[in-house]
């Protein structure tokens, strides 16, 4: 192990985006634990603060600006100040421009050399073309989330070409782990005490497709399968285009794999699609959507929804809100569309005042409220397991869960106000839902439950 023998060795970490960054946050974290410098919850100690920025939206780099202009105001005279990340990537400028007292900064595939950042006496950088940066077992990582619950990252880039997004330009393109890897990084986090281990990529489907690997997304989740251990496993971004017979008859074969999709749609009027470069139309979503909820029947579907990309009409807005009325999803995330001037949706005709794109948003949003209170209503009168997380933000006489439908982060959580038989957290529990608000559930907890293997299914045994 490297030793530090600096006095100055307190650093303070900023995350922001994605799953994905935060993996990648977790490695230099761990990094420069294994060095010997110590972590501080409170910038103004730190010696150096760290931020791994997003870039991908303009919203995203402004919060980026942000952070980092309040971290100079509150640092400590002599502390460093360090960026890294997709931000560094693309726009390195832009930071210079702001903050030209930036100590180091590193590309989003130069995360590992954030020891040489710390260490240099001197202003520096390493922005390198490696765009698609994984991390391998050899190289240390700190989990920052919960113990109960962790993010394992698939693959980096992506191999699509979205008319709006800018990701292949900043990540690169597709670079899978092999399935090797993969099961040993599983196994480690299974290791750590992680209950829940959530899969992460650009697109999960692309798994493998880098080495002409067909179907190799399915055969990985039967090899984790054959892990003779208990676990929760999710999957995240997992495209339309990519869902396909035998990936459900995986999914539904063992209920280790939660039955919660998060499966970005971004549109449903065919023009609008085409348009996107999608590779899916109105028919064949709908016809996905049809099939995993007669496979797989208390599947839970996430998705994302685009407004006011360039030539959207009000007839074809209007689809999208017929559709999130008519369809059944469980937790949708609206987004506006952002004009990224290297996006090919940038030079399209037809550009969507942000004005007009506010109103749709707005009137998105309220549709897809109310359709998810109608289908959080249904769930009233039900048993589940779930994890009990912790004490609720607003006040200790409530706790908080969440059950294999809920994503951490990203979608509610079960508001536990009977909570007597709670005796830790992190750990699973059987709750009978009595109500809900607009998105979150409220249930009470009936008592802790064990798990005995029957064959690939898991049998509930209260105590």
């Known amino acids: ?70 971290l100079f105001e509150i640092k400590k005279e002599d502390a460093k100040v360090i960026v890294a990340g997709c931000m560094v990537q693309k726009h390195s400028s832009l930071l210079k421009e702001h903050f030209p007292q930036i100590h180091y900064m590193l590309g989003s595939g130069d995360v590992e050399k954030i020891l040489d950042a710390v260490t240099s006496g001197a202003q520096g950088e390493k922005v390198t073309s490696a765009r698609s940066y994984l991390e391998w077992g050899q190289i240390p990582r700190t989990l920052s989330t919960p113990k109960h619950y962790a993010y394992l990252k698939i693959a980096e880039g992506c191999k699509k070409r979205c008319a709006f997004c800018i990701i292949p330009t900043i990540k690169g393109p597709l670079k899978s782990k092999t399935t090797e890897q993969v099961l040993k990084e599983f196994n480690a986090l299974l290791s750590q005490g992680v209950f829940e281990v959530i899969l992460i990529a650009q697109d999960l489907g692309d798994f493998g497709r880098d080495r002409k690997e067909k179907g190799a997304l399915a055969q990985l989740l039967r090899e984790i399968l054959k892990i003779k251990k208990d676990f929760w496993l999710r999957l995240l971004y997992l495209y339309p285009d990519e869902i396909n017979d035998d990936l459900i008859d995986v999914i539904k074969s063992d209920s280790r794999i939660c039955p919660y999709l998060d499966m970005p749609i971004q549109h449903i009027n065919n023009e609008m699609l085409k348009a996107m470069h999608r590779t899916t139309s109105k028919e064949e979503i709908l016809s996905i959507l049809a099939k995993l909820r007669k496979e797989v029947p208390d599947v839970v579907v996430r998705t994302s929804l685009m407004v006011g990309f360039p030539g959207e009409t009000d007839e074809q807005f209007e689809e999208l809100v017929d559709f999130v009325k008519k369809v059944p999803l469980d937790n949708v995330g609206i987004f506006k569309f952002s004009l990224e001037k290297e996006a090919y949706a940038a030079k399209l005709p037809n550009q969507i005042s942000e004005d007009v794109k506010q109103a749709r948003f707005e009137k998105l949003a309220a549709v897809q409220k109310r359709a998810v209170r109608k289908r959080n209503k249904l769930m009233i009168g039900r048993k589940l397991k779930a994890i009990v997380e912790g004490f609720h933000p607003e006040s200790e006489m409530l706790l908080r869960a969440r059950y294999s439908g809920q994503c951490p982060e990203i979608d509610g959580q079960i508001i536990i106000n009977d909570g007597r038989k709670v005796t830790g957290f992190g750990s699973l529990y059987e709750v009978e839902i009595t109500d809900c608000t607009d998105y979150d559930l409220i249930g009470k907890v009936l008592g802790p439950i064990k798990i005995k293997r029957e064959g690939q299914k898991l049998a509930l045994i209260s105590n």
């Open 1 to 70: 192990m490297i030793r530090n023998l600096d006095t100055k060795n307190k650093f303070h970490f900023t995350s922001l985006g994605c799953a994905r960054n935060l993996v990648d946050s977790e490695v230099m974290i761990g990094i420069l634990l294994k060095a010997g410098y110590e972590i501080t919850p409170d910038p103004t100690e730190a010696d150096y603060l760290v931020v791994n920025t997003c870039g991908f939206l303009e919203s995203s780099r402004q919060e980026g600006l942000t952070t980092i202009g309040e």
